[in-house]
């Protein structure tokens, strides 16, 4: 009786284990899980029951499909989310337990339930360090954000290295004799998920350059339509300004209607030098953009720097970075009012600056200014107070940086965003 005591309380430490593991690599503390503790305790249950009733290899396998079952019910994530999680825990306590076991062996305890008792007791508080002082939330997001080819190859060895487990406690097969056959197995499979994974990347790629192409073709159609009239007026503007001279007689007079009809050009042209710029979907958003910005009766003054931009990011994901910065420029400042967005690129990176109207910066705003939620807008404060944080973690994404600052013109604070990725 006093081992089977035990054997339950080693079973619910390994529960502990994992709970530990997988809320510190998910990133989730265990009182924002769904039921952790109740869920355990079923799952505790459970399977204390189940495994007296079935004490063969289908008991076995009915005991991991309940843990994991029971994981990815706590979680409350995707189904691909919590089966890495799972099986990063699993190989986690398992590499622990393994240290433990081979000290162990250094010590000639005979009692065995006792030893493995204090195994895993030991490899509990191991656990609990661990989590406290590793951030293994961080490497599990370079993981889950990186390729899918890591993920279905530590998926793939799992599910080898449980039917080996299985092969080994269940059969009496000698394992050594098959480790050809799943090796070869072994290969197979990381060739075909290798092809597999290689024909959707580039299926998903042509989907995704589609779907941008729909997006924001019309944005281009509209800029060359915009330019395209423009162009049939240029003559008519040409013969105003030469006539100029016969309705000026004077030299002032006509060097004051020279520089106002140039400024009135100048000013009425310089949308098209978003036509010079290298990337094509982000001159038709930017145009796209300063039409929504005329009809709020707002201005969006656009300087272009460099028309050879470069950047680390994708275009589509600059779309996204530009959307942010206008739009909260735009709706920080009123009607009649103007902001300015300057483009340029160095080191291989592209640089957008916006400068608008704007409150001062306290320590206190800039502290809380990226955070999920936090909006300086008083009105429709629901729809409001993630587009900063969607910024922060597109840019960080890309190792790019965010400069947020005061600038001052005569007697107005100006509020700075530059983004460098």
């Given at each position: 009786m006093p081992d089977i005591i035990i054997e339950q309380l080693c079973f619910l430490l390994e529960l502990i284990c994992y709970l530990t593991l997988i809320s510190s690599l998910s990133g989730i503390p265990i009182k924002k899980m769904r039921h952790p503790f109740i869920a355990l305790s079923s799952n505790f249950f459970i399977c204390s029951v189940l495994s007296y009733i079935f004490s063969n290899a289908l008991g076995w396998i009915i005991l991991c499909l309940c843990c994991f079952i029971t994981f990815s019910y706590i979680l409350h994530v995707s189904f691909f989310k919590s089966s890495i999680a799972y099986v990063l825990s699993y190989a986690l306590l398992s590499l622990?337990?393994?240290?433990?076991?081979?000290?162990?062996?250094?010590?000639?305890?005979?009692?065995?339930?006792?030893?493995?008792?204090?195994?895993?007791?030991?490899?509990?508080?191991?656990?609990?360090?661990?989590?406290?002082?590793?951030?293994?939330?961080?490497?599990?997001?370079?993981?889950?954000?990186?390729?899918?080819?890591?993920?279905?190859?530590?998926?793939?060895?799992?599910?080898?290295?449980?039917?080996?487990?299985?092969?080994?406690?269940?059969?009496?097969?000698?394992?050594?004799?098959?480790?050809?056959?799943?090796?070869?197995?072994?290969?197979?499979?990381?060739?075909?998920?290798?092809?597999?994974?290689?024909?959707?990347?580039?299926?998903?790629?042509?989907?995704?350059?589609?779907?941008?192409y729909n997006i924001y073709q019309p944005m281009m159609d509209d800029l060359i339509e915009d330019v395209t009239g423009r162009q049939h007026d240029f003559d008519n503007i040409l013969t105003g300004i030469r006539?100029?001279?016969?309705?000026?007689?004077?030299?002032?007079?006509?060097?004051?209607?020279?520089?106002?009809?140039?400024?009135?050009?100048?000013?009425?042209?310089?949308?098209?030098?978003?036509?010079?710029?290298?990337?094509?979907?982000?001159?038709?958003?930017?145009?796209?953009?300063?039409?929504?910005?005329?009809?709020?009766?707002?201005?969006?003054?656009?300087?272009?720097?460099?028309?050879?931009?470069?950047?680390?990011?994708?275009?589509?994901?600059?779309?996204?970075?530009?959307?942010?910065l206008i739009d909260n420029a735009l709706e920080a400042i009123s009607e009649h009012d103007s902001m300015t967005l300057h483009l340029d690129s160095r080191d291989g990176r592209i640089i957008i600056t916006t400068l608008n109207r704007g409150p001062l910066l306290t320590p206190e705003i800039r502290a809380k200014l990226f955070t999920a939620g936090y909006t300086t807008k008083t009105c429709d404060r629901q729809k409001h107070g993630l587009g900063l944080y969607n910024l922060r973690r597109l840019v960080f994404k890309y190792n790019g940086k965010i400069y947020l600052e005061n600038d001052y013109l005569l007697d107005d604070t100006l509020v700075r965003f530059e983004v460098m990725v």
């Open positions: 622990i337990q393994d240290i433990v076991v081979m000290a162990f062996n250094r010590f000639s305890i005979q009692d065995k339930a006792f030893s493995s008792f204090l195994g895993s007791a030991i490899s509990t508080i191991l656990i609990l360090i661990l989590c406290r002082f590793i951030n293994l939330n961080k490497w599990f997001l370079l993981l889950m954000e990186g390729s899918l080819y890591p993920k279905y190859l530590i998926l793939h060895l799992y599910v080898l290295y449980m039917v080996e487990i299985g092969l080994s406690k269940y059969s009496a097969i000698n394992i050594n004799a098959l480790i050809p056959l799943i090796s070869f197995f072994t290969v197979i499979v990381l060739i075909t998920d290798i092809v597999i994974l290689s024909q959707q990347q580039i299926i998903s790629k042509q989907q995704h350059d589609l779907a941008n006539m100029l001279p016969y309705t000026h007689t004077d030299y002032s007079s006509l060097k004051e209607a020279l520089i106002s009809s140039s400024d009135e050009v100048i000013s009425e042209y310089r949308t098209t030098e978003l036509l010079k710029i290298n990337m094509f979907v982000i001159a038709g958003f930017i145009y796209s953009k300063q039409k929504q910005a005329e009809k709020a009766h707002k201005k969006l003054n656009i300087v272009v720097h460099s028309y050879l931009l470069e950047s680390r990011m994708p275009e589509y994901e600059l779309v996204r970075v530009l959307g942010i």
